[in-house]
């Protein structure tokens, strides 16, 4: 079992930039795919990226490629996105989330573990 403390949200201007991170406890966190999601008011919450275990290989959704970068540090437990030239559509509250299945996917239902999330907003 895991457990996930976000953090690193806040306001910030259009074109700006946030790094969140993603502290998770326990010794087994490298064997855990990570993802993050975000849910902005009356809409559902929506896939953003994912990382496998090992950090080899990532995936985002195409609203946010070559903006917002995935990574992880194992030996921190820690995963994070940089975010970067922010838009107001940007703005929801920001969560993690770890599965142990392979292959990753980018569908909340297959993580069984997450955080209570982050608010990032984004000021035009």
């Known amino acids: 079992q895991v457990q996930l403390v976000e953090g690193g949200g806040g306001l910030v201007e259009a074109g700006g930039s946030l790094r969140l991170s993603c502290a998770a406890s326990?010794?087994?966190?490298?064997?855990?795919?990570m993802g993050w999601f975000r849910q902005a008011p009356g809409k559902e919450r929506a896939f953003v990226a994912t990382i496998t275990s090992s950090g080899g290989t990532t995936s985002y959704a195409d609203s946010v490629k070559g903006r917002f970068t995935i990574s992880r540090d194992n030996a921190k437990n820690t995963v994070y996105l940089q975010m970067n030239s922010l838009k107001p559509e940007d703005s929801a509250v920001y969560y993690c989330a770890a599965t142990t299945i392979s292959p990753v996917r980018t569908s909340d239902t297959f993580y069984g573990y997450w955080g209570q999330g982050t608010q990032v907003t984004v000021s035009s």
């Open positions: 326990g010794r087994t966190f490298s064997r855990y795919a």
